[in-house]
């Protein structure tokens, strides 16, 4: 293979890769001896921590999908109590990219040259998480979890889109069915 040819294949598996370590990531549990179909009502109880704007984006974003499946948010008492948990934790990432010019180990390995170089760089950024449980409000047991993780932009517009998107994949398959007795 041709140096051009291994720089153009590894910059496709770099650039592939890179995709999916930046991409949104969600995960749903649930109490599978709970009857959902017994729940109708929600009500809010909190979002940790609280900040206004996405608080509301938050709620928003939730109640839109929990509406879309026929349920309904009541002020207070309802069938569920819901609760968002917000994290970001900023993470480091080493990208190396390599001139093309000796390759890695396998090129020399095949009798390539041996006069490329590597530039490795470190880049931060946010990982923002935002997790919705939802607990039976009569017996206060939890009976359902989504997760929601992604990186997060400097651009509020892409931080909202991303968090409609999250939270509609969280919600997909929800309400989940329950075991059979």
């Known amino acids: 293979m041709k140096p051009v040819d291994r720089v153009a294949v590894c910059t496709v598996l770099f650039l592939f890769s890179l995709g999916n370590a930046f991409a949104q990531q969600v995960k749903t549990d649930f109490d599978h001896h709970a009857t959902f179909s017994q729940y109708k009502t929600y009500s809010w109880q909190e979002i940790k921590p609280a900040n206004s704007l996405w608080d509301a984006r938050i709620k928003n974003a939730v109640d839109a999908q929990l509406a879309a499946k026929g349920w309904t948010q009541v002020s ?29 180990w396998g090129w020399r390995r095949f009798g390539g040259g041996g006069f490329g170089e590597s530039t490795t760089t470190e880049q931060d950024y946010k990982e923002g998480t935002l997790i919705v449980d939802m607990y039976d409000a009569k017996t206060k047991q939890l009976i359902w979890r989504g997760s929601a993780e992604d990186t997060l932009s400097s651009k509020a517009e892409k931080n909202e889109k991303n968090l409609d998107k999250g939270v509609a994949k969280m919600f997909k398959k929800f309400p989940p069915e329950s075991a059979k007795s």
């Not at 569920?80 to 390599?98: C, G, P």
């Open 76 to 104: 207070s008492g309802g069938d569920v109590a819901i609760v968002a948990i917000k994290t970001t934790q900023t993470q480091r990432s080493l990208q190396t990219f390599y001139d093309g010019f000796g390759g890695g």
